[in-house]
């Protein structure tokens, strides 16, 4: 079993979540509740579970001072940052919803396709999603004044399904907008948008857990941990690739897609060794005229940084 595990756990745990958010539509009466019984009753445990199990890792599993911080990310910035965020979306967005839905009608009338099959509905918003996060993804690693914001979500020096919530709450407005504005102008109905979140938020903890994983063809749609860790390389060149969120596809269509099947990650995190290593100052680093952690000329000359 633990020698299978590699190659079942994501798929088991995405599929079992998805399944649990379903169930609990109508109990709830409030889809939106949803993913956080998911993540909480469901996900968590069995990140818990996975990463004592079958760790990639045995040094990863040791804490980094690093425990106190991720939590404080995890529950300030990942959870109830983006519920401010999208009731900010939805109020300033209004009217243009309104307006959208009377002048775009894609499907049958509606902005939206309601009357496809949830899973199919899942499909294309993770699609959508995904091409926006690419781009903001990208930006944030070609863009000296958009990395500083990056930077934080780089500077851990392992991964564990912890640290998957690890985003300066600027840079957290940016990611927040594709997945949140398409969808409300389109007018995505409730129980979508909850299983985009379960999916999102299974994916991201697997993507950074510390459990070997071995999804094989799946790799070339999932922007999983055995691509993502590269993403998280010292090496520029391989940082600068798979920016995908949940999705690699965009990584394919547009040439970032990186894949070295004969060897796994060396060293992660950031180049700086300075770089703060708690909530407060990470919060304050991108503001800090000598914290650019990747070299200022590392944009306009790439080929010095290979």
């Given at each position: 079993m633990q020698r299978l595990m590699p190659y079942i756990a994501f798929p088991l745990v995405l599929?079992?979540?998805?399944?649990?958010?379903?169930?609990?539509?109508?109990?709830?009466?409030?889809?939106?509740?949803?993913?956080?019984?998911?993540?909480?009753?469901?996900?968590?445990?069995?990140?818990?579970?996975?990463?004592?199990w079958t760790p990639f890792r045995q040094q990863w599993s040791k804490s980094h001072g690093d425990?106190?911080?991720?939590?404080?990310?995890?529950?300030?910035?990942?959870?109830?940052?983006?519920?401010?965020?999208?009731?900010?979306?939805?109020?300033?967005l209004a009217s243009a919803t309104i307006w959208f839905s009377e002048n775009f009608n894609f499907f049958s009338g509606q902005a939206w396709p309601h009357e496809w099959p949830l899973l199919a509905q899942l499909v294309l918003a993770l699609v959508l999603?995904?091409?926006?996060?690419?781009?903001?993804?990208?930006?944030?690693?070609?863009?000296s004044f958009l990395w500083r914001f990056h930077a934080v979500h780089h500077s851990a020096e392992r991964l564990y399904w912890l640290n998957a919530g690890r985003f300066h709450p600027v840079e957290k407005?940016?990611?927040?907008?594709?997945?949140?504005?398409?969808?409300?102008l389109l007018g995505a109905n409730a129980e979508v948008l909850a299983l985009y979140f379960v999916t999102t938020g299974i994916h991201g903890?697997?993507?950074?857990?510390?459990?070997?994983?071995?999804?094989?063809?799946?790799n070339y749609i999932f922007a999983m941990a055995e691509l993502?860790?590269?993403?998280?390389?010292?090496?520029?060149?391989?940082?600068?690739?798979?920016?995908?969120?949940?999705?690699?596809?965009?990584?394919?269509?547009?040439?970032?897609?990186?894949?070295?099947k004969d060897r796994e990650v060396g060293d992660i995190g950031l180049l700086n060794p300075e770089y703060p290593k708690g909530f407060i100052g990470q919060l304050k680093a991108p503001f800090h005229k000598g914290k650019l952690d990747k070299p200022v000329d590392y944009a306009s000359n790439p080929e010095k940084y290979q």
């Amino acid at each position: 079993m633990q020698r299978l595990m590699p190659y079942i756990a994501f798929p088991l745990v995405l599929i079992g979540g998805l399944l649990l958010c379903y169930s609990l539509f109508a109990p709830l009466e409030e889809p939106a509740l949803a993913p956080f019984v998911v993540m909480l009753c469901w996900t968590i445990p069995w990140m818990l579970l996975l990463e004592w199990w079958t760790p990639f890792r045995q040094q990863w599993s040791k804490s980094h001072g690093d425990v106190l911080t991720d939590t404080i990310y995890l529950f300030l910035i990942q959870s109830l940052w983006p519920r401010l965020l999208s009731a900010i979306w939805i109020t300033l967005l209004a009217s243009a919803t309104i307006w959208f839905s009377e002048n775009f009608n894609f499907f049958s009338g509606q902005a939206w396709p309601h009357e496809w099959p949830l899973l199919a509905q899942l499909v294309l918003a993770l699609v959508l999603a995904e091409f926006g996060r690419y781009w903001v993804h990208r930006w944030a690693h070609e863009v000296s004044f958009l990395w500083r914001f990056h930077a934080v979500h780089h500077s851990a020096e392992r991964l564990y399904w912890l640290n998957a919530g690890r985003f300066h709450p600027v840079e957290k407005i940016l990611l927040h907008i594709p997945e949140t504005v398409p969808f409300i102008l389109l007018g995505a109905n409730a129980e979508v948008l909850a299983l985009y979140f379960v999916t999102t938020g299974i994916h991201g903890l697997f993507q950074h857990s510390n459990i070997r994983l071995k999804l094989g063809p799946l790799n070339y749609i999932f922007a999983m941990a055995e691509l993502h860790r590269f993403h998280h390389s010292k090496i520029i060149r391989e940082s600068n690739t798979n920016y995908g969120n949940n999705l690699i596809i965009w990584d394919l269509v547009f040439g970032t897609f990186y894949w070295p099947k004969d060897r796994e990650v060396g060293d992660i995190g950031l180049l700086n060794p300075e770089y703060p290593k708690g909530f407060i100052g990470q919060l304050k680093a991108p503001f800090h005229k000598g914290k650019l952690d990747k070299p200022v000329d590392y944009a306009s000359n790439p080929e010095k940084y290979q």
